[in-house]
């Protein structure tokens, strides 16, 4: 068993402990009841990672009297490019400490010792109960979350989308798009060419295809894919995943034809239908960084930004680790890799992005 960071001699009935594999159904019934447990806060998520991507997973518990009170989920991402990191969860916009807020300090401080260990000389914890005392920096303002109930029915759903970006939902619907939903070979193909080619055209690498299908080999029903077709061809598409009654498209993208077509338009508010026909009640947009395009595309579909909060801590006489893709000093690598052929930019991307976590 994992040695205790808070030892006993102490806190006779309290530790906060680093979780053995025994733990995992313990684990999996506490995430159950937790109410601020997210989808990557899931077992499945941290396996998918690791599985995928190589940054193992390490789970940090806070108990009493043998009962987990609260968690913390870390993956430890290590990449040549951009450094070593424990993150709070890796490839995620969403994690941290959930239960007992008072343990949110102990299992922050529990973390930096882990980062300590694992030579991580970054910690990053992407909400969840912030951590207080020295050495923290949080950030509330740089990123906000868009998340809203869904409407009764496909017309008021329609209706419920403010007047201008209705109309470009409109335009889109006129093409006649066939909707594909699935999570077979062919949804997944397609969705990676279609995602690949966005992101490219972004100027930003590729994630690894293998984590794609281990998030929905591991999520099962729990997770999907949504493709617009136009004229036999994929044009748009998006991954989501479902938790507790809301649906988050998380990676999605489009073709260079996809604007002229608005079928990325028409993708989310197929994808807003198809999800209340799944028994879902809220569509999670997640997160944007304040003020970009994304921030504001989100906002014309009716959604209010919720401010998300973030800490970082970094090791004495360590630099800032800076994976922001909207960073100057990015820039030229960006401009230059939108230039790249789809086809190169498909073979490094992978090599570069599994670092990113």
Known sequence: ???????????????????DPGDRPAIARFLAECPEATAFHRLEWLDAVEAATGHAAH???????????????????HSPLFGRAL??????????????????????????????????????????????????????????????????????ELLAVPRKQRAE??????????IRTGASAQDR???????????????????????????L????????????????APVASVLSLYHRGAVKPYWGGGVFAARALRANDVMYYALMNHARGRGCDRFDFGRSKTDTGAFHFKRNWGFVPEPLAYAHWTADGAPVRDVNPLSPRYRAQIALWQKLPL??????????????A
């Not at 939902?169 to 066939?178: I, S, T």
């Not at 086809?343 to 990113?356: C, D, K, M, Q, Y």
């Open 217 to 232: 080999d591991r999520f099962g029903p729990d997770a999907d894919i949504l493709t617009v077709v136009h004229e036999g």
């Open 343 to 356: 086809a190169l930019a498909n073979r490094l991307g992978p090599l570069i992005s599994a670092g990113l």
């Open 169 to 178: 939902v409109r335009k889109g619907l006129v093409h006649g798009f066939e």
């Open 189 to 215: 193909a397609a969705h990676y060419a279609v995602y690949a080619e966005s992101v490219r055209n972004l100027g930003t690498p590729v994630f690894p295809r293998a984590l794609f299908d281990a998030v």
């Open 59 to 77: 789970i940090l518990l806070a108990e009493r009297d043998g009962e987990i009170t609260a968690l913390l989920p870390l993956h430890a991402a």
């Open 87 to 156: 993150v709070s969860t890796g490839f995620a916009v969403g994690g941290g400490a959930i239960g007992d807020p008072a343990d949110a300090t102990a299992l922050a401080q529990a973390a930096c010792e882990l980062a300590r260990r694992l030579t991580c000389p970054t910690l990053e914890l992407r909400g969840g109960a912030l951590p207080e005392g020295s050495g923290w920096q949080v950030k509330r303002s740089s990123h906000a979350g868009f998340v809203r109930a869904l409407a009764t029915d496909d017309e008021a």
């Open 1 to 19: 068993m994992n040695a205790p960071f808070l030892g006993r001699a102490s806190l006779l009935d309290h530790r906060i402990r680093r979780a």
